[in-house]
Nanobody, 122 residues
C-alpha cells in the first residue's frame, strides 16, 4: 500500500483545512488508518484513527471536538477535517495504515505517507 497525503497549507487561527490520504492497493479498505503529526523539535504524536469500516474513531484529547477523521473505501481515500485550527496545530501531518496493535502508537502502523505541512498563523 502506498499513501499520498495532501491538503496542507497556511491558514489563520480559527480556520479550517481538510487533509486527504489517497491509497493505492485494494487492501486499504481492510486497514485501520491513522493521522499523526510532528512539530519542529517535537516527537511525532497521534492525532486520530479510524477502523477499517469507519465504524470506530479515536482522537487525541488535543483535537477532540475540532477534528474529524473519515474514510471512503470505495475511493481508497481517508480524510482529516480540521476546524477551529490553533497555532499549536502547526506540524507536518502524516497518514498511516495497517495498525497491528495500539491505534495511537506509530510503531503499530506498517504504511506511511510522505506528510503534508499545516501551518496555522495567529
Amino acid at each position: 500500500v502506498q499513501l499520498q497525503a495532501s491538503g496542507g497549507g497556511l491558514v489563520q487561527a480559527g480556520g479550517s483545512l481538510r487533509l486527504s490520504c489517497a491509497a493505492s492497493g485494494r487492501t486499504f479498505s481492510s486497514y485501520t488508518m491513522g493521522w499523526f503529526r510532528q512539530a519542529p523539535g517535537k516527537e511525532r504524536e497521534f492525532v486520530a484513527a479510524i477502523s477499517w469500516s469507519g465504524g470506530s474513531t479515536y482522537y487525541a484529547d488535543s483535537v477532540k471536538g475540532r477534528f474529524t477523521i473519515s474514510r471512503d473505501n470505495a475511493k481508497n481515500t481517508g480524510y482529516l477535517q480540521m476546524n477551529s485550527l490553533k497555532p499549536e496545530d502547526t506540524a507536518v501531518y502524516y497518514c498511516a495504515a495497517q495498525a497491528i496493535g495500539a491505534y495511537y502508537s506509530g510503531s503499530s502502523y506498517g504504511y506511511w505517507g510522505q506528510g503534508t505541512q499545516v501551518t496555522v498563523s495567529s
